[in-house]
C-alpha cells in the first residue's frame, strides 16, 4: 500500500456521537423492535455500533448480513450489482432497517431494498453513514443520515481501498 491517509474528514468522537443521536432519531420513526439489515463488508463497523446505540435507546434488534458485489479494487463504482450472500432472517412483516456505510449512485441499495419488498417486509427503512452529494442515479434515498460529504473517495470505520482501510476507527481521506 503506497497510499497514506491524507486528512482525518470525521474523528472517532463524531462518529460516536452521531451513531448514537441517529439511534434516537430511527427508534422515534422505525420503533422498538427492528431487524438491522448491514451490506457486506463495508457496513459491518457502523452496524456493531449502531445496533448498541440501539440498545441504549432502547431498540431490540435482529442483526443479519447481505454481501452484494461492488467495487472490486477500483474506486469508481462497477455499475452492475449481484447478490453474493443472502440473509438467513425471515422479514416477512418485520420493520427493516438496511444499513450501507456510504450512499454514493444508490444502485447497491435500491437492489437490495427491492429483495427485501420483494419479500415481503413491513416497512423497510434505509440508514446510511455518509452521504456523496451529487451522485445519486437511482430511485432511492437514505432516511437516516450519518454525514453529507463531499464527492471524495474516503476510507475508515469499514470503508475500503482495495480492501484495506476498513479498520480505521475514523474516516479519512487518501494522498
Ligand atoms: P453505490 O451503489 O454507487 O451507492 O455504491 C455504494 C457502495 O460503493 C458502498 O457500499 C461502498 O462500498 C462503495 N463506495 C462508494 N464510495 C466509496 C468511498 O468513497 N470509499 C469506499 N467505498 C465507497
Ligand atoms: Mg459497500
Known sequence: MTQRIANV????????ERTDQMAGEIQRL??????LVGLLKGSFVFVADLARALHRAGVRVQVD???LSSYGEAM???GKVRL???IQTNIYGKTVLLIDDIL??????SFARQMLQERGAGHVGIGVLL?????????VHADFIGFPIQDQFVVGYG????????ELPFIGTLD
Open 9 to 16: 474528514l470525521i474523528s472517532e468522537a463524531e462518529l460516536k
Open 65 to 67: 448480513f447481505m454481501t
Open 159 to 166: 470503508l475500503d481501498y482495495a480492501h484495506y482501510y476498513r
Open 76 to 78: 469508481v463504482s462497477a
Open 84 to 86: 453474493l450472500a443472502d
Open 30 to 35: 422505525m420503533g422498538n423492535d427492528i431487524v
Open 104 to 109: 454514493e449512485t444508490g444502485r447497491t441499495l
Open 131 to 139: 452521504e456523496k452529494s451529487g451522485k445519486l442515479q437511482a430511485d
